[in-house]
């Protein structure tokens, strides 16, 4: 099978062919030139995607990926990132070993094939001008042929003539012999000519062209081989990265198997444990016996008297009210006083930490001024020891900055794992009561209603120096002057937490003494025992006036 014995009288559509190939190997070309933008476009976008989902640096998110499924996660988006890298590999490689390769190849064939046809035209023009040399020789014997004849025939006649002179017979006869002689000249010439032409045409379609079509046919085979190639390592640059991106998957199946759901759980009980316990048992209150009755050591007003050191402990009460009050929305104190004891333990180790890693940081730095001023004390010419004094004086009161803080801080801490431990049984009592009260509806209507006695809306207050005693001008007051009569009974409708001056703690179903009414400022004074008084809201009680009213229910 060959194109130079079965297509010998094909050029033309050989010279088609062959382009069409060159114009195939261009397309395919193209195809894996895009593959590999889609392939770089794709690693681009995953890059892009791990980073968006990357935890901030110094925020709140990163503090999330100490649990193990965040931690998996953020494995996932390295993994991710690794996965991408493998797609670059694929288009840097397919660029490289396919379509830089296959651009060179595309030119050297194009001036292969533009070689090989350019020998092709030469053998047929040389053909073509051995065939008009032909066609001359023959016409020019066929003419020479017919002059001959008709020189023949004109000295027949001019012999056969009497009248004509012998001297014109003569030239006759000698121009015949011309015309004759030029004829077998041309018939030599003509018979050459052919014989050459022959020889040259047979040159042509069984060895010029067939050599021609030969080497086109082995550089159209080479070109279908070498496409063959490029598809088997198209595939191969894919397969290549396979066992990597496996391993990538694998690494992320790792990680959701690392995924460990007990740790988490326990890690949510360490960043939101406060170091509180639960309230205690609540007491059985006895309501059967008549309202108004002598205050006695089972009364319940003696028995609420017997809460006022617990009520006046306003560390010990807010902390134990913590799940159930406002957080305080102003800046967090130094101490972090505003948080439950664990948390703020967390905290304060936390500073703690971070303040001796910047002594260390600090002292490090002193230790290297400290042998470079050595070096110079050693070596003058290397520089003046003295100019580093006071980068070093700089360092040292730096150093001895950041141990005050770091002892105050430590004083903290130490007073909160102190504290932490012992719980007292007062405080759980305390807890139990605060917790038997209304429903978070009824208490929240009630609190919404809760103002200052000035009339001003006030936020709960940070807890400061837990088991302080509050002492207030306001009790110091009530201790200088004269107790004031009752002059009515009052029971609390709800609970109600007097955190700011002047007023006091009820619970909700206590029964206290009204020393003075509201005076149109939403404001009852009332008295528990001798020693403790104040206002509460007064729609937070049920008054029973003992003159006024006579006896009658009031709702104020």
């Given at each position: 099978?060959?194109?130079?014995?079965?297509?010998?009288?094909?050029?033309?559509?050989?010279?088609?062919?062959?382009?069409?190939?060159?114009?195939?190997?261009?397309?395919?070309?193209?195809?894996?030139?895009?593959?590999?933008?889609?392939?770089?476009?794709?690693?681009?976008?995953?890059?892009?995607?791990?980073?968006?989902?990357?935890?901030?640096?110094?925020?709140?998110?990163?503090?999330?990926?100490?649990?193990?499924?965040?931690?998996?996660?953020?494995?996932?988006?390295?993994?991710?990132?690794?996965?991408?890298?493998?797609?670059?590999?694929?288009?840097?490689?397919?660029?490289?070993?396919?379509?830089?390769?296959?651009?060179?190849?595309?030119?050297?064939?194009?001036?292969?094939?533009?070689?090989?046809?350019?020998?092709?035209?030469?053998?047929?023009?040389?053909?073509?001008?051995?065939?008009?040399?032909?066609?001359?020789?023959?016409?020019?014997?066929?003419?020479?042929?017919?002059?001959?004849?008709?020189?023949?025939?004109?000295?027949?006649?001019?012999?056969?003539?009497?009248?004509?002179?012998?001297?014109?017979?003569?030239?006759?006869?000698?121009?015949?012999?011309?015309?004759?002689?030029?004829?077998?000249?041309?018939?030599?010439?003509?018979?050459?000519?052919?014989?050459?032409?022959?020889?040259?045409?047979?040159?042509?379609?069984?060895?010029?062209?067939?050599?021609?079509?030969?080497?086109?046919?082995?550089?159209?085979?080479?070109?279908?081989?070498?496409?063959?190639?490029?598809?088997?390592?198209?595939?191969?640059?894919?397969?290549?990265?396979?066992?990597?991106?496996?391993?990538?998957?694998?690494?992320?199946?790792?990680?959701?198997?690392?995924?460990?759901?007990?740790?988490?759980?326990?890690?949510?009980?360490?960043?939101?444990?406060?170091?509180?316990?639960?309230?205690?048992?609540?007491?059985?209150?006895?309501?059967?016996?008549?309202?108004k009755r002598t205050v006695s050591d089972n009364s319940l007003s003696n028995s609420r008297g017997e809460g006022k050191p617990e009520l006046k402990f306003g560390g010990k009460s807010k902390g134990k009210l913590w799940p159930f009050i406002k957080k305080n929305k102003g800046a967090t104190p130094e101490d972090f006083s505003n948080l439950p004891?664990?948390?703020?333990?967390?905290?304060?180790?936390?500073?703690?930490?971070?303040?001796?890693?910047?002594?260390?940081?600090?002292?490090?730095?002193?230790?290297?001024?400290?042998?470079?001023?050595?070096?110079?004390?050693?070596?003058?010419?290397?520089?003046?020891?003295?100019?580093?004094?006071?980068?070093?004086?700089?360092?040292?009161?730096?150093?001895?900055?950041?141990?005050?803080?770091?002892?105050?801080?430590?004083?903290?801490?130490?007073?909160?794992?102190?504290?932490?431990?012992?719980?007292?049984?007062?405080?759980?009592?305390?807890?139990?009561?605060?917790?038997?009260?209304?429903?978070?509806?009824?208490?929240?209507?009630?609190?919404?209603?809760?103002?200052?006695?000035?009339?001003?809306?006030?936020?709960?207050?940070?807890?400061?120096?837990?088991?302080?005693?509050?002492?207030?001008?306001?009790?110091?007051?009530?201790?200088?002057?004269?107790?004031?009569?009752?002059?009515?009974?009052?029971?609390?409708?709800?609970?109600?937490?007097?955190?700011?001056?002047?007023?006091?703690?009820?619970?909700?179903?206590?029964?206290?003494?009204?020393?003075?009414?509201?005076?149109?400022?939403?404001?009852?004074?009332?008295?528990?025992?001798?020693?403790?008084?104040?206002?509460?809201?007064?729609?937070?009680?049920?008054?029973?006036?003992?003159?006024?009213?006579?006896?009658?229910?009031?709702?104020?």
């Open positions: 099978m060959s194109w130079g014995t079965e297509l010998w009288d094909q050029f033309d559509n050989l010279e088609k062919h062959t382009q069409w190939g060159i114009d195939i190997l261009e397309k395919y070309i193209k195809f894996v030139k895009e593959r590999t933008e889609i392939e770089l476009s794709y690693a681009k976008q995953l890059r892009n995607l791990a980073k968006k989902y990357q935890p901030k640096k110094n925020s709140k998110e990163e503090e999330e990926y100490r649990y193990t499924a965040c931690k998996a996660f953020l494995s996932t988006l390295n993994e991710m990132n690794d996965y991408a890298g493998q797609h670059e590999v694929i288009s840097e490689n397919m660029t490289s070993n396919i379509t830089v390769e296959l651009a060179r190849y595309v030119q050297e064939l194009k001036q292969e094939r533009k070689s090989y046809f350019h020998d092709g035209r030469k053998a047929q023009q040389h053909i073509e001008i051995c065939w008009k040399q032909l066609e001359s020789s023959k016409r020019r014997f066929e003419r020479d042929c017919k002059e001959a004849d008709r020189a023949q025939q004109y000295f027949e006649k001019m012999d056969a003539d009497i009248n004509v002179t012998k001297a014109d017979v003569e030239k006759a006869r000698q121009q015949a012999q011309v015309r004759h002689q030029m004829a077998e000249d041309s018939k030599a010439d003509y018979s050459s000519i052919l014989q050459k032409f022959n020889h040259e045409q047979h040159e042509y379609y069984h060895t010029h062209i067939p050599n021609i079509f030969q080497k086109i046919q082995e550089m159209e085979e080479r070109r279908i081989v070498r496409i063959g190639d490029s598809m088997k390592t198209y595939a191969e640059v894919d397969r290549q990265v396979i066992p990597i991106i496996g391993k990538c998957l694998d690494e992320i199946v790792k990680a959701a198997e690392s995924i460990d759901q007990k740790n988490d759980s326990q890690l949510v009980i360490e960043a939101y444990k406060s170091g509180f316990e639960p309230p205690g048992d609540i007491e059985f209150e006895d309501y059967t016996q008549p309202m004891p664990e948390q703020r333990r967390k905290k304060l180790q936390q500073k703690v930490d971070e303040l001796n890693k910047e002594i260390q940081k600090e002292m490090d730095q002193r230790d290297a001024i400290t042998k470079m001023k050595d070096v110079y004390l050693k070596n003058p010419q290397m520089g003046d020891p003295a100019s580093l004094d006071h980068k070093l004086t700089e360092v040292s009161q730096n150093i001895e900055k950041l141990r005050l803080e770091s002892q105050k801080f430590e004083a903290w801490l130490a007073e909160v794992e102190g504290r932490l431990p012992a719980r007292s049984e007062q405080a759980r009592r305390q807890s139990g009561m605060f917790d038997a009260q209304n429903p978070a509806t009824v208490n929240n209507c009630a609190q919404d209603r809760e103002s200052s006695p000035d009339g001003s809306y006030t936020e709960e207050q940070s807890q400061e120096g837990e088991g302080k005693v509050l002492a207030t001008d306001f009790d110091d007051e009530f201790d200088e002057e004269e107790p004031l009569p009752a002059i009515g009974t009052c029971k609390a409708l709800y609970t109600f937490e007097g955190q700011n001056e002047g007023t006091i703690s009820v619970v909700e179903g206590e029964t206290l003494y009204v020393i003075e009414e509201d005076k149109g400022d939403g404001w009852t004074r009332i008295r528990r025992n001798e020693d403790e008084e104040g206002y509460v809201p007064t729609s937070y009680v049920e008054v029973y006036l003992d003159k006024n009213a006579k006896g009658a229910k009031t709702y104020i």
